[in-house]
């Protein structure tokens, strides 16, 4: 029997064809830009220090902005304060100190971005802190205007955040003025969210706002998110509500990395229980 | 002299992938504009070399661009080997078969800017419409893609002609 080159050709070149598209099929389906991450660990650091004299660059060029923001922070930490003073005046000194020392739920690392994307289906961050500073995987990354990301990977002095503007990421969102919670997910547009899974008899009005719902180990409960913008009915059966986040991912650059101190109690149970 | 032409192509790849990375890290676009010069990297490439090789240097070039930029590792390598699967084919629709015989590297001024543009298009298609669905599908409704395949497909065929114009338009 006589082989025909032709033929022996055009199958070789499908079965490269078939071999290339599925490593890449491969790569993408078990790939995310944090392995990448790891895998490109030397260079990143030395790309970490040109990415640190950018963001000078831009911080330097948004100083204004930015101080705007701090004001805003300022104003409602102090509109915070006067409302806890007129608590603290009922109680007795030996109350007060005996209330504020024990040690909260969450503490807070500081961090300054160094990196941020914004522009791709599956964005990150980079922090200028690392496990040096405290920082762990699965720790969250919150700002006074929201949720900002979760902590995927960890080095010495840098820390790889999975951001919000994430399409497989989600957050356990509330409504405030009902409590009633639901899976909150960026839409892939801007700073445009959606509330899924709201039980439709739920009384929502246009303006309402959304925070957290606490019911995960890794962000506080309460942290503003953003005003429902749209309500829409899915299949009958649940609401779907449109969200204007405040966070604008776009003037990010100080940051805080949160530290649940019960968070490894409740990994441990939670491992327990499974 | 054929070194001289091989090392003169090289370099030209070699400045567009980095032009591609600075694309992906750097360039704000929206959620709605893919910019990317990869098809016209396959495009420059020449196409005497035969389909395995041309698919094997895509996919690394893809690779390379996956790995230093912004974005998730696989997507520009899948789009790219689909890109130069389609090299051959779409140049004999869009370029007489005769006539692409004779090119390994089709120009602008060889071949005429309408047959130059329909070529670079139909690539250009293929390469966003792979990226795309590989990114959004599953996730993200039609008319998100669909809208998203549009404005890429424009602001890519503006940037491509205009690389090939003044980049592209001579003999290496």
Known sequence: MRRNPRLIKIFLSIALFLLLEGISVILITNNSIIQKYRIMGFTRSAQSFFWKQGESVRYFLNYKKENQLLEAENRILKERIATLKKYLDDVSAE????????????????????????????????LNVGSKNG??????????????????????RISYVSSFLNTSQSVSAKIVSNDVFGPMIWTGVANKAVVREIPIHTEVYLGDTISTSGYSAIFPPDIPLGIVTSVDEVNGVALELGVEMFQNFRALRLVDVVINNYGKEINTIENEME | ???????????????????????CDYIYTGPYIHLTLLPL???????????????????????LIDLVSDGILGLNSAAAVMTATFVKPISFITINRERNDKLERPTLSDVGF???????????????VTYILFDCAGFRPASFILMRIALSYVANILMILFVSITLLNKRY
Do not use: C
């Open chain 2, 114 to 128: 309408f047959r130059y543009f329909r070529y670079s298009s139909y690539l250009t298609l293929v390469f966003l």
């Open chain 2, 1 to 23: 002299m054929r070194w001289n032409k091989n090392r003169s192509i090289f370099v030209l790849i070699a400045v567009m992938m980095v032009i591609q990375i600075i694309i």
């Open chain 1, 95 to 126: 109350e007060a100190i005996a209330r504020v020392s024990g040690t909260g739920d969450y503490t807070f690392i500081p961090a300054t971005i160094i990196k941020n994307s914004i522009n791709k289906q599956h964005n990150y961050i980079i």
């Open chain 1, 135 to 156: 920082v762990e995987e699965g720790m969250g990354v919150i700002t006074s205007w929201g949720i900002v990301g979760i902590v995927e990977a960890v080095s010495p």
């Open chain 2, 41 to 63: 990297i396959i495009l420059s490439i020449p196409t005497e070399i035969g389909y395995p090789k041309l698919a094997l240097i895509s996919f690394a070039v893809g690779f």
